[in-house]
T-cell receptor
Framework: DADVTQTPRNRITKTGKRIMLECSQTKGHDRMYWYRQDPGLGLRLIYYSFDVKDINKGEISDGYSVSRQAQAKFSLSLESAIPNQTALYFC??????????????FGPGTRLTVL | RKEVEQDPGPFNVPEGATVAFNCTYSNSASQSFFWYRQDCRKEPKLLMSVYSSGNEDGRFTAQLNRASQYISLLIRDSKLSDSATYLCVVNIRITGGGNKLTFGTGTQLKVEL
């Protein structure tokens, strides 16, 4: 079974709809992240969380919100989806205790299309 | 200027060839460096960390030049299965003990028969 899972894997929605993307991990990591990937722009950080009580904005947080329901779960919400939020979304986890490299492990991604 | 810059490619090489990718970064406070591999429509996966003294993992060699702020990846004896996009990743420490990973846009490699 995958260590980091994301649901749904694909979603098509309409402008103005509320969307929630979910991420779960069985790695026991404290740190979780949400990224989006767009062609030609690379991966960009939306939000990150170092533990259940910690939430931080990334470089492109406008239009998004997150919830860290438990150590293993980190959800990303689009309160009112717009077409330029069409992208591939990745959740990632890391375990700082493993050392300074803080390697990130990614989920399989959610392909979101906003019409 | 982008924080991490890579040539997008594609690099089309025959099987068995040696190919090298470079990456430059702009933040001199960058502390650690990585190459990730991403297959089409899949998640990025760590290929290797990059150490100041240079490091090798099988057919892959990574080098770091802090003075010039660039990182390289050399792939020897290319295999068809090496076809993928290679992401250069730079890690900067941030306040609170955490870190920020900045990703390059990736270099696409296509290995052909």
């Amino acid at each position: 079974d995958a260590d980091v899972t994301q649901t749904p894997r694909n979603r098509i929605t309409k402008t103005g709809k509320r969307i929630m993307l979910e991420c779960s991990q069985t790695k026991g990591h404290d740190r979780m992240y949400w990224y989006r990937q767009d062609p030609g722009l690379g991966l960009r950080l939306i939000y990150y969380s170092f533990d259940v009580k910690d939430i931080n904005k990334g470089e492109i947080s406008d239009g998004y919100s997150v919830s860290r329901q438990a150590q293993a779960k980190f959800s990303l919400s689009l309160e009112s989806a717009i077409p330029n939020q069409t992208a591939l979304y990745f959740c990632a986890t890391s375990d700082f205790r493993q050392g300074s490299t803080d390697t990130q492990y990614f989920g399989p991604g959610t392909r979101l299309t906003v019409l | 200027r982008k924080e991490v810059e890579q040539d997008p490619g594609p690099f089309n090489v025959p099987e068995g060839a040696t190919v090298a990718f470079n990456c430059t970064y702009s933040n001199s406070a960058s502390q650690s460096f990585f190459w990730y591999r991403q297959d089409c429509r899949k998640e990025p996966k760590l290929l290797m960390s990059v150490y100041s003294s240079g490091n090798e993992d099988g057919r892959f060699t990574a080098q770091l030049n802090r003075a010039s702020q660039y990182i390289s990846l050399l792939i020897r004896d290319s295999k068809l299965s090496d076809s993928a996009t290679y992401l250069c990743v730079v890690n900067i420490r941030i306040t609170g003990g955490g870190n920020k990973l900045t990703f390059g846009t990736g270099t696409q490699l296509k290995v052909e028969l």
